[in-house]
């Protein structure tokens, strides 16, 4: 009969060690993405800013537009018989080329109503002055359209310059012309109601400027 083996070691009950947990990582992934929103919060709010300041500028400066448009819109115009040393030229030959010049500008730029005349200061000094009334969007942009009105007839305006346009604002310029009794100064304003055009012979834009201004306070009223 066989001898008894050694009595069997009792392992006792199963140990339940449960589900083993998830694997670990650095950062929780709710941490994680709440960290990310919190992250983009201060960029939405500089973006959500800058936006507010654009929109801010441009209503402001439509509503500074749309007050110079209203402002400058009903403008009107009267031929002077004299503004300061200017006296105006009544002879035929006078009142055809300011006809003329009304007509050139008419063709040139939309307007209500196109004015024209011929100022006369000594035989040898002359100023061709040619001017129109209505709304006018883009005065710059208007201004150089008439402008090569006198490009197409004697040449190129150049040296273009920003001179003061007085207390009626809007823009005023003057420039250099080539013809062929010698160079002429060309002179310009335009607002959103009105443009004008002056061509003067033996003067530079310098001495051109202030009497191209004083036609204009003359000339224009609102």
């Not at 080329?97 to 035989?123: S, W």
């Not at 062929?180 to 001495?207: I, K, Q």
């Amino acid at each position: 009969m066989p001898e008894p083996g050694p009595n069997p070691i009792d392992l006792g009950e199963p140990i339940d060690i449960g589900t083993p947990p998830p694997a670990s990582s650095d950062e929780d992934p709710d941490t994680d993405a709440d960290s990310k929103t919190k992250s983009k919060r201060p960029v939405r709010r500089v973006l959500i800013a800058i936006l507010l300041a654009v929109a801010t500028a441009a209503v402001a400066m439509l509503g500074f537009t749309s007050w110079r448009i209203i402002a400058q819109r009903h403008a009107e115009l009267e031929i002077q018989p004299s503004v300061g040393p200017l006296s105006l030229d009544y002879s035929r030959e006078g009142a055809s080329t300011a006809d003329y010049l009304r007509t050139a500008l008419a063709a040139e730029v939309e307007l209500d109503r196109t004015y024209g005349a011929v100022y006369q200061e000594a035989p040898d000094k002359n100023v061709l002055f040619l001017a129109g009334t209505g709304l006018l969007w883009t005065p710059g942009k208007d201004l150089d359209a008439a402008m090569n009105l006198i490009s197409d007839g004697e040449g190129a305006v150049t040296e273009l310059k920003t001179v003061d346009p007085g207390p009626l604002d809007g823009t005023m310029k003057c420039g250099i012309t080539k013809s062929s009794d010698g160079d002429l100064t060309v002179c310009g304003w335009a607002d959103h109601g009105s443009l004008a055009l002056a061509m003067f012979n033996n003067r530079t834009p310098a001495e051109a400027a202030p009497l191209m201004l004083a036609l204009r306070n003359a000339t224009e009223s609102r």
